[in-house]
Nanobody, 116 residues
Framework: QVQLVESGGGSVQPGGSLRLSCVVS????????MYWYRQAPGKEREWVAS????????????VYADSVKGRFTMFRDNARNTVYLQMNSLKPEDTAVYYC?????WGQGTQVTVSS
């Protein structure tokens, strides 16, 4: 049974940073594609970032939605079986519940609020 538990959300001012964590059990992150999504109030859930198994010789490859490219970084810690989303230069439009996904399962989400 795959379980994903997100944490690290919170409230920050525009321009601030947060690091989200997703602790995974029942699925080795070193051998599976992992994803971050987000859902803003009144909007559909949207893809944010993926860490795929392309180019496994360098530990996979991260790809990003255009809206977060250059500001967000997704990476894994295989020893902790955890994936992270480092979010810098946050904007009010980044406000959403952020979800981790892997192995066809979703986490419960963590709220990120960017407001002055």
């Amino acid at each position: 049974q795959v379980q994903l538990v997100e944490s690290g959300g919170g409230s920050v001012q525009p321009g601030g940073s947060l690091r989200l964590s997703c602790v995974v059990s029942g699925l080795p992150v070193s051998r599976n594609a992992m994803y971050w999504y987000r859902q803003a109030p009144g909007k559909e859930r949207e893809w944010v970032a993926s860490h795929t198994m392309i180019d496994v010789s360098v530990g996979g490859q991260a790809v990003y939605a255009d809206s977060v490219k250059g500001r967000f970084t997704m990476f894994r810690d295989n020893a902790r079986n955890t994936v992270y989303l480092q979010m810098n230069s946050l904007k009010p439009e980044d406000t959403a519940v952020y979800y981790c996904r892997g192995g066809g399962s979703w986490g419960q989400g963590t709220q990120v609020t960017v407001s002055s």
